[in-house]
């Protein structure tokens, strides 16, 4: 086996640093309300996807005050590039003691429309760096 000249693994290890480890990433943050107004509730559950062309997604939860910060893994980035937005969120009541056999049905809280990629019309484009997307759901269409 010949060694590898240290020029050239000097030079392979300066090209790797100088490109990083496999493109560009951005992160993505923002706010969700409903007709100008927070809507999540304590009991409530939510989660904001964002859905590449490719149909790679990017899903985090939303806060209890409608916020959400994008992560993939334990990173808090993603790709850049197009995306439309998808939002759910539902009150999720708790169970009754006296019925256990009864599961409670959730409340949506969100508009339909926005709960599926086919029917959103929410979309964003991330550029490298750091995003904000603030979504101002609409509960008349």
């Known amino acids: 086996m010949r060694p590898v000249p240290h020029r050239l693994l000097w030079s392979l290890l300066g090209l790797f640093w100088l490109t990083g480890c496999g493109g560009s990433a ?4 923002g706010t969700i309300t409903l007709d100008g ?3 999540m509730t304590p009991a409530a559950k939510g989660s904001v996807s964002f859905i590449a062309s490719d149909g790679a997604i990017s899903q ?3 806060d209890a005050g409608g916020n959400y910060k994008l992560k993939i893994g334990k990173e808090t980035s993603t790709r850049p590039g197009q995306y439309k937005v998808v939002v759910v969120a539902a009150e999720v009541p708790k169970p ?4 256990p056999s ?3 049905i959730p409340k949506v809280l969100t508009p339909e ?5 086919a029917t ?4 964003a484009e991330v550029k490298n760096g750091s995003n904000r997307f603030d979504f101002d759901l609409k509960s008349a269409p």
Do not use: E, I, N
């Not at 951005?26 to 943050?29: E, G, L, N, T, Y």
């Not at 959103?120 to 979309?123: E, G, P, Q, R, S």
């Open 102 to 104: 009864v599961v409670p």
């Open 96 to 99: 009754d003691p006296s019925q």
């Open 26 to 29: 951005a992160s993505v943050s």
């Open 113 to 117: 429309r926005y709960g599926a990629s």
């Open 120 to 123: 959103t019309d929410l979309t």
């Open 37 to 39: 107004k927070p809507f």
């Open 60 to 62: 985090t939860p939303l």
